[in-house]
């Protein structure tokens, strides 16, 4: 299974980017997808969090701006970055919870990490 994530890029404060994040291999099922991001000497966050049947979940500093959502048809996620802030600068990385046989556990995946840079 891989996690393939793109969208990342350099934008002005306020501006807007949106991150995809797709899954592809021997994929049975996809529980939780969720977006992590790390910014330089900080630890790694779980910025959102979206289950298969829709329900999401956001870190406070993102509440308001920031949506999560997902294809499960496409074992796609989505975020959409709004008013966003230099403080949101990271590498974002895709993060999917994965079944790849009906009778197997769950399994925890890693995108590689795509650059969010918010600067003037």
């Known amino acids: 299974v891989q996690l393939q994530a793109s969208g990342g890029g350099l934008v002005q404060p306020g501006g807007s980017l949106r991150l995809s994040c797709a899954a592809s291999?021997?994929?049975?099922?996809?529980?939780?997808m969720d977006w992590y991001r790390q910014a330089p000497g900080k630890q790694r966050e779980l910025v959102a969090a979206i289950s298969r049947g829709g329900s999401t979940s956001y870190t406070d500093s993102v509440k308001g701006r920031f949506t999560i959502s997902r294809d499960n048809a496409k074992n796609a996620v989505y975020l959409q970055m709004n008013s966003l802030k230099p403080e949101d600068t990271a590498v974002y990385y895709c993060?999917?919870?994965?079944?790849?046989?009906?009778?197997?556990?769950?399994?925890?995946?890693w995108g590689q990490g795509t650059q969010v840079t918010v600067s003037s």
């Open positions: 291999g021997n994929i049975f099922n996809i529980n939780d």
């Open positions: 993060h999917a919870m994965v079944i790849s046989t009906w009778f197997a556990p769950a399994r925890s995946y």
